[in-house]
């Protein structure tokens, strides 16, 4: 939804959960502090204005983008995810005309789709900078040759073998050569996961996500449980997408629940392909599945995300007696779909 926040098809607050009030609903404490330190031994965690101790720990803490070029008031690592809402912000007051993405990946190109068909005054110029031969590595080829076309046809200029070295005040600088104006770039080449910086003793993989087994458990210590992109099921090798972050999450709270009836808890068993839908700023979008040749774009996909992510977002927002049903839901993804409208190349 972020992406398509950022194309202007939806406004900042549809697109964020607001946890205080999630909280409330759900009946959870909520209390905004980060935290700092974990250690499974003494079982206490420690934020930046207190320590707990804690029978159950699960850590959700996710990843942050890489960004090798320090702090830039205009450089935007695209997670956390706050950072596009503060991307946006500066995007609606006209303060960007050059705008450079590094990295089109799934996240730079869904990005870059959604930014090109945006209505924005002054008009704005888009630079992606992708290091392989293709945007959508990984993806159907065929869908990444797809894509490509629109952007180059919504005039966004797509570098492919080619990464950025330096950013200076004005000026992104590449491996190739070119000298790229910028106002704002938006960074989406890699993560890390953020328990990598924070001090603990629990068991984690080379890239500092923490090592859980099929329970999510980390193990010596028994109940201390990782989940959604920190997490690294050993010899799974999962991808760091929202899809295995929802459902280790509910597989998460019915193991709680089987623990404190005295039951084992059961595996989380992932889905055997987790297909993603990319908005291509137009009324059509595209389901492809990661390692896969595969790929179909049309506007049902688009009225298919729509309810695939208001379902959840209202999970999160409002009483269930208030949710839409899935029929409800398709036929405003449909009316949603027939709204977009774009001057610009569709597909
Ligand atoms: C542009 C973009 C588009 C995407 N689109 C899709 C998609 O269409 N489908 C899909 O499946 N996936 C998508 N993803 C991936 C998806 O966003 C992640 O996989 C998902 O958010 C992971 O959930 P999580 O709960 O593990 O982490 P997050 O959603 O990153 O949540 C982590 C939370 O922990 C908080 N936190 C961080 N550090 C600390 C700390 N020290 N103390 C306390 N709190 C902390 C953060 O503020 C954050 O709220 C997209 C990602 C990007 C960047």
Partial sequence: MVPQMLGGFYKPGEA???LRKFCKLTGVTFRQERVIKISGDKRTLNTDQSETEFDYLIINTGVVSENPFGSHDHVFPVKPLSNLFRFEE???KGLYRNIVIAG??????????NLSVRPTKPQIN??????????LNGFDPRLSAKLRS??????????????????????????????LPFDACLLATGNKAVTSGIDHDLPESEIGRILVNKNLETTPHSGIFAAGDTAEIRKLGLPQIGVHAVYQGKQLRKNLDRIFQGLEPEPYVPFKFTPLIFSTGSSQSSLAIPGYPFSVTNRFMTALKYTLDQEWVESCQVERASHRNYMRLFLDGWRFMREIKTTKSAL
């Fill in 150 to 179: 629109v952007l180059e046809q919504r005039d966004v200029r797509v570098l492919c073998g080619d990464e950025i070295k330096e950013v200076q005040e004005n000026t992104i600088k590449t491996q190739n050569g070119n000298e």
């Fill in 126 to 135: 888009i630079t992606v900078v992708e290091k392989s031969d293709s945007i």
């Fill in 104 to 113: 089109a990946g799934g996240a730079g190109t869904e990005i870059a789709l």
């Fill in 16 to 18: 964020r959960i607001d």
């Fill in 90 to 92: 500066n995007l609606s």
